[in-house]
Each structure stands twice: as structure tokens, then as C-alpha cells.
């Protein structure tokens, strides 16, 4: 559960999300004690650079960028576009922090604002698996799209055979809409897809 350190953070959060902005003051998110979501800046390029550098056969399983990260550079561009081309009005790339070290990338993919829909996408280190840490930053997200950004559908979409990507969205009671055939190109070969959607009201509603 996200705590916003200030009642002010919130009024600017709100203000700017009616104005289709998800606002920098709603961050950083505090998952647990060590575990926190902030915004990547330009200045975390390099250990973002180390982080998949360091888990390439890890990712590579069921990530298509991977190969685009051959250097620093590529990390700190991938960082400045989604951060001057998007403004947080359409995609939103924030990282987990596990202490001071960063572990993973969690993502707004799409927000919809004429729907009130958006696309969380999500990876992480190997060493960072199993802790719970993904699942948490998830529920955080989720909080923040509809408790602060007034969305109504949250969708998670991965690989079928991509197990613990599904128990994330499993784990959070999302429910499975369905799978795609051929949907996404992995390099060399296509493989499916699997969808997940959580609505406002299931979310409010949940049993936890």
C-alpha cells in the first residue's frame, strides 16, 4: 500500500490527472520498509544499463528489447524519450528500488484516459524473485490508478507460457479474458498471449 507523504501530494495528483498528467508528486511510492517505486530519471540510466546487462538471458526469455540495451547510451535515451515524449499523459516508466539497488521496472504501457484504462507492464532482476516484490509494486500501481487517477480497468497482458508474469496477475485476483494467438514476435518465433483485467469496483471489493 503506497503511503503519500503529504495531503497536498494528493490534490496536485488529482488535479493533474483530470488534466490527463499522472503528477511527479505522487512519488516516490513506499512498497514495504526497504522497497520503494520512484520515476527513472536520466540519472539511473547506468544502473539500469547494469541491471539488464546483468540478466540478459534472464529477460531475454520473454522480453523483446532486450538486445536494443548494448550500452549506457541506449538505457539513458530509452529513459529521456518516455520521459519528454509522454509527460506522463500516456506512459509512465518507474523503477523498483530494493534498498538502494535497483531491481525492476514497472511501467504504465497505455493509459487510456477517454476509457479510463490502462496497461501495466512489469519485469525483474532473477536475484529479486520470490520476495514478493513484484506482486506488491503491482497492488501499489493499482491503488494509484484508481484511488488517485480515477481510472476504471487495469489490464496485465503477457506471454501464456510466461508463469510467474500470470501469478502476479493471479495473485492480485485478476481475472483472464483471454489469449491471443501468434500475438507477439520474440526474436525469432511468435508466441501467445494471455490477458488480465481487474475493474475499479472488484478491486474496492476484494477480499484481502
Known amino acids: 500500500m503506497p503511503r503519500l507523504d503529504e495531503p497536498r501530494k494528493q490534490t496536485e495528483a488529482r488535479r493533474d490527472s483530470s488534466r490527463h498528467i499522472v503528477s511527479k508528486g505522487l512519488f516516490p511510492l513506499q512498497i514495504v520498509r526497504d522497497v520503494r517505486i520512484d520515476l527513472l530519471e536520466a540519472r539511473h540510466a547506468l544502473d539500469l544499463f547494469k541491471l539488464v546487462d546483468s540478466n540478459r538471458a534472464h529477460l531475454r526469455e520473454w522480453l523483446p528489447f532486450v538486445d536494443d540495451y548494448k550500452s549506457v547510451t541506449a538505457a539513458s535515451q530509452f529513459i529521456k524519450r518516455n520521459r519528454e515524449e509522454n509527460s506522463g499523459e500516456k506512459v509512465l516508466v518507474?523503477?523498483?528500488?530494493?534498498?538502494?539497488?535497483?531491481?525492476?521496472?514497472?511501467t504504465f504501457d497505455y493509459i487510456d484516459w477517454s476509457n479510463r484504462a490502462a496497461l501495466i507492464g512489469f519485469w525483474l532482476?532473477?536475484?529479486?524473485?520470490?520476495?514478493?516484490i513484484m506482486t506488491r509494486s503491482c497492488s501499489a500501481l493499482i491503488d494509484l490508478a484508481f484511488n488517485?487517477?480515477?481510472l476504471n480497468r487495469v489490464e496485465i497482458s503477457c506471454a501464456l507460457e510466461n508463469r510467474r508474469c500470470r501469478l502476479v496477475a493471479e495473485r492480485l485476483g485478476f481475472g483472464q479474458e483471454g489469449i491471443s494467438r501468434q500475438r507477439e514476435w520474440l526474436y525469432d518465433h511468435f508466441v501467445d498471449t494471455v490477458s488480465y483485467s481487474m475493474l475499479a469496483s472488484e478491486w474496492k471489493n476484494r477480499t484481502v
Do not use: D, N, P, T
Open 125 to 132: 532482476g532473477k536475484s529479486f524473485q520470490g520476495r514478493g
Open 148 to 150: 488517485e487517477l480515477g
Open 94 to 106: 518507474m523503477g523498483i528500488w530494493a534498498g538502494q539497488i535497483l531491481a525492476g521496472v514497472v
